[in-house]
């Protein structure tokens, strides 16, 4: 089964880069984005999160935050934050979140199989609710749909 659109946003409280904690309910009545990347200063998650670090001043003009998520420590995810500038939090899931956003998926490499995050984004409206989901996210122009998805709840 798992997440769908319409559905409440499942709960989470995570520690973040920058000292920060990012909650369900620390984002109440505000629209937001959390995106599921695999692993910090990897090539594919620093365009990703580079992409939404210019997405940001667009988002949070219309009142959206953005929160990056992986199963990283949040020592990496220190570095990578600062290495990048990013400014948008990014959030250690010590367990639970990636699983209940459904981020959490059955990978393969070289035959074996393994756990891992699906990239992936979810858009959470004012309400609570699930607005859209993205899975099996390919990095160019996703900011950027995101971002359109965004404006269109605002």
Do not use: N
Not at 13 to 18: D, F, I, L, T, V
Not at 52 to 80: C, M, N, T, W, Y
Not at 95 to 119: H, L, N
Not at 127 to 138: L, S, Y
Request: hydrophobic content about 40%; charged content about 25%; glycine content about 12%.
């Amino acid at each position: 089964m798992g997440l769908r659109e319409g559905d409440a946003a499942p709960d989470f409280e995570m520690p973040a880069s920058g000292g920060r904690t990012v909650s369900l309910a620390g984002m109440q009545g505000r629209p937001f984005v959390l995106y599921f990347y695999p692993k910090a200063d990897t090539p594919g998650c620093t365009k990703e999160a580079q992409a939404f670090q210019e997405a940001l001043a667009d988002l949070s003009g219309i009142g959206v935050e953005v929160v990056g998520v992986s199963k990283d420590a949040i020592k990496p995810i220190e570095r990578f934050a600062e290495k990048y500038g990013l400014t948008f939090p990014l959030a250690s899931d010590p367990g639970g979140v990636v699983e209940a956003y459904g981020a959490w998926v059955e990978k393969s490499m070289y035959g074996k199989t393994y756990m891992g995050i699906d990239r992936s984004t979810v858009l959470v409206d004012r309400d609570g609710r699930i607005a859209r989901i993205w899975r099996k996210v390919k990095v160019p122009g996703h900011a950027a749909e995101v971002q359109a998805a965004a404006q269109a709840l605002a």
